[in-house]
C-alpha cells in the first residue's frame, strides 16, 4: 500500500524557517516525480513545488520563488521543502503527492497519491 506522509509543520512567526519532510513507504520512491501542494482555509489547493524522481528539475510558483527549496533523497524515501523567509500568507495546510514516472511539473489530477497533510501557521 503506497503511503505518503507529512512532517515538520508548525507554528512559527514571519520571517522564520521551518522545513517539512514527505516519506513515502510501499513504492518505489525512485521512480515518483512528487509535489507540495498548499491550501488556506476558503481557498483552492495551490501547487507550490514539484520534483521530477532524480531531484534534477524543480518547479517552484511564483509565490514562493527564492524563498521555499524543494529537494529528494532517494536513499530515505524523502522529499524535503525548506522554507524560509515564511509570511503569513503561507499559512496553510501543506500537502505532498507522488506520480509514478512523472515529471517536475504536473497538474493536480496527475498525482495519484497524496498524504494527509500538515499544517503551517506563520504568526506576524
Known amino acids: 500500500q503506497v503511503q505518503l506522509v507529512e512532517s515538520g509543520g508548525g507554528l512559527v512567526q514571519a520571517g522564520g524557517s521551518l522545513r517539512l519532510s514527505c516519506a513515502g513507504s510501499g513504492l518505489t520512491f525512485s521512480q515518483y516525480a512528487v509535489g507540495w501542494f498548499r491550501q488556506a482555509p476558503g481557498k483552492e489547493r495551490e501547487y507550490v513545488a514539484g520534483?521530477?524522481?532524480?531531484?534534477?528539475?524543480?518547479y517552484y510558483a511564483d509565490s514562493v520563488k527564492g524563498r521555499f527549496t524543494i529537494s529528494r533523497d532517494n536513499a530515505k524515501n524523502t522529499v524535503y521543502l525548506e522554507m524560509n523567509s515564511l509570511k503569513p500568507e503561507d499559512t496553510a495546510v501543506y500537502y505532498c503527492?507522488?506520480?509514478?514516472?512523472?515529471?517536475?511539473?504536473?497538474?493536480?489530477?496527475?498525482?495519484?497519491?497524496w498524504g494527509q497533510g500538515t499544517q503551517v501557521t506563520v504568526s506576524s
Open positions: 520534483v521530477n524522481w532524480s531531484g534534477g528539475s524543480r
Open positions: 503527492a507522488g506520480a509514478r514516472y512523472g515529471t517536475y511539473k504536473l497538474r493536480r489530477d496527475e498525482y495519484a497519491y
